[in-house]
């Protein structure tokens, strides 16, 4: 049974983890690698920030924390891992399961660059990985 308790603190914490990594991390490092970013988010190709709907990209982490925190307790994966292995595995899982297909189907439908699709791969790769460590050590 899952404790719903753990799932909402553990998935809070796992999200402000991401969130940090994203935006203080990784949107510079990412500007540096690919320059041309920064103009194309300030493109008519997405809503401006004064949109009501944009706030959902500050809430985004901390949702995506509480459904890895989640799925993590439901299926308990990797049980003869030790939790690194076992969050880094279980991160890299989720990632290639729920990120790789709606990238190649952005990459597909949308006026967008192939820097931003990559840029967005490797953000929720780095971000699901460090959140499954964050999970699989709290969720014992």
């Given at each position: 049974?899952?404790?719903?308790k753990k799932?909402?603190?553990?998935?809070?914490?796992?999200?402000?983890?991401?969130?940090l990594v994203s935006w203080v991390v990784l949107m510079p490092l990412f500007n540096m690698i690919f320059p041309d970013l920064m103009a194309e988010y300030e493109s008519s190709v997405f809503r401006p920030w004064?949109?009501?709907?944009?706030?959902?990209?500050?809430?985004?982490?901390?949702?995506?924390?509480?459904?890895?925190?989640?799925?993590?307790?439901?299926?308990k994966p990797y049980p003869k891992k030790k939790?690194?292995?076992?969050?880094?595995?279980?991160?890299?899982?989720?990632?290639?399961?729920?990120?790789?297909p709606g990238m190649l189907m952005s990459l597909s439908s949308f006026a967008i660059s192939t820097d931003m699709v990559?840029?967005?791969?490797?953000?929720?790769?780095?971000?699901?990985m460090i959140a499954g460590v964050i999970i699989a050590k709290l969720s014992k």
């Amino acid at each position: 049974m899952v404790d719903c308790k753990k799932v909402i603190w553990v998935g809070l914490l796992a999200g402000l983890v991401m969130a940090l990594v994203s935006w203080v991390v990784l949107m510079p490092l990412f500007n540096m690698i690919f320059p041309d970013l920064m103009a194309e988010y300030e493109s008519s190709v997405f809503r401006p920030w004064d949109d009501p709907l944009m706030s959902y990209v500050f809430v985004h982490p901390f949702i995506m924390g509480m459904i890895l925190a989640y799925v993590f307790q439901e299926f308990k994966p990797y049980p003869k891992k030790k939790f690194i292995g076992r969050g880094l595995h279980y991160g890299f899982m989720f990632w290639l399961l729920v990120t790789v297909p709606g990238m190649l189907m952005s990459l597909s439908s949308f006026a967008i660059s192939t820097d931003m699709v990559v840029s967005w791969s490797l953000d929720a790769l780095i971000d699901f990985m460090i959140a499954g460590v964050i999970i699989a050590k709290l969720s014992k």
